[in-house]
Structure formats: structure tokens, C-alpha cells
């Protein structure tokens, strides 16, 4: 049987791709696509830290962590897209929808400080 591409691997509609937002193998798979240029390239790295640093840095308590993420978490949401890598324009130019992108990653922030959040409760009352 043969392997999907990372394009078939994805839902398309209209245009847009739609998939988990959260799917850690999805900046993998673009990055394996035959045709990146190196702008192409740099735009995937750009949004491969972005997200790395979201998820990594969400619960930081020291001032460099809260920094990196205030600072993903600003990119992600900053829906101007007059600057080239900008969220909007690199999702574009991979075909991603942002605002999917966006919320996908706000409902997993929002679990993982809520997870966090239970798991502290627990720990008070024991």
C-alpha cells in the first residue's frame, strides 16, 4: 500500500487544510514536502518554535519561560498580516487555517492549565 502524501494526509476544504492543531507530526510532515524553498523553510521553522515554545513554556514560572511564551502566544494571535512571518501569512502559505490553528492551540492551553490546575488542587489536599 502506498504512503499518503502530508497533503493527502489532510483534510482540504475550500482551499484551507484542516487537521489537529495539536498533531505533533504535522510540522514534520511539511517539513518533508519536496518543494520547500528556503523563505519556505524559514517560515516552517518560525512556526515549529512558535507552537514549541506555546506548549513548553505555558505553565514556565521563571521570567525567561513566561517570556518565551507571552511572546509565541502574542505571534499566534496577532491576526495582522501585513509583516511576511506573520501566523497568518506562514499558515497561508501552507495552506493552514489560522483561526483553526488558534483555537486548537488555545484548547490545549486552556486543558493543559486545567489539568495543571487539578493536579495542584489534589496535591494541597492529600
Known amino acids: 500500500m502506498a504512503r499518503k502524501t502530508a497533503y493527502e494526509q489532510f483534510l482540504v476544504t475550500d482551499g ?11 510540522l514534520e ?14 517560515m516552517l521553522a518560525v512556526l515549529g518554535k512558535a507552537v514549541e515554545y506555546f506548549q513548553k513554556y505555558v505553565l514556565a514560572k521563571d521570567e525567561r519561560g513566561k517570556k518565551l511564551f507571552q511572546e509565541a502566544e ?32 488555545l484548547c490545549w492551553k486552556e486543558a493543559r492549565l486545567k489539568h495543571h490546575a487539578k493536579r495542584l488542587n489534589f496535591h494541597r489536599t492529600r
Open 29 to 42: 510532515r511539511l517539513s518533508k514536502k519536496d518543494i520547500l524553498e528556503g523563505e519556505e523553510k524559514l
Open 16 to 26: 484551507w487544510t484542516l487537521f489537529d492543531p495539536m498533531d505533533s507530526g504535522i
Open 74 to 105: 502574542e505571534w499566534i494571535l496577532d491576526k495582522n498580516s501585513a509583516w511576511l512571518y506573520s501566523f497568518e501569512n506562514i499558515c497561508e502559505v501552507f495552506g493552514l487555517h489560522p483561526d483553526y490553528m488558534r483555537q486548537g492551540l
